[in-house]
């Protein structure tokens, strides 16, 4: 049986960007703090050191099969996965806003229904 390996070359292809280049960017003190899940990003930067188009041209630069698109805050909040991160002054608030999915509904056990 064959498995598709391209979630694993797109999992170790970011895995070194992120230690060559976003490594570099926390040591500088440009990013403030950098989380990632499976193919989403999000970079708290320090405004005064790097501009946001910078950034995302940097990390368009790094692989020609890897192309990042930028969602910005509006009214201090961006969503990010299932969370809303709120800026306040210097500080950080979340706020989980998952939609609740469950229909109570039973599937029969030799269903082949996922």
């Not at 060559?20 to 990632?36: D, F, M, T």
């Not at 989403?40 to 099969?65: A, G, H, P």
């Amino acid at each position: 049986m064959l498995y598709p390996i391209s979630r694993t070359m797109a999992e170790l292809r970011l895995k070194y960007i992120e230690k060559a280049y976003v490594k570099q960017g926390i040591e500088g003190k440009e990013i403030a703090c950098y989380k990632r899940y499976v193919d989403d990003l999000l970079i708290i930067y320090n405004q005064n050191k790097i501009r946001v188009r910078e950034i995302l041209q940097e990390f368009n630069k790094l692989d020609k099969n890897f192309q990042f698109k930028m969602s910005t805050e509006e009214n201090n909040t961006i969503n990010y996965l299932d969370i809303a991160v709120h800026r306040n002054n210097n500080n950080f608030d979340t706020i989980n806003f998952g939609i609740h999915t469950g229909t109570d509904t039973t599937i029969q056990f030799s269903s082949n229904h996922p």
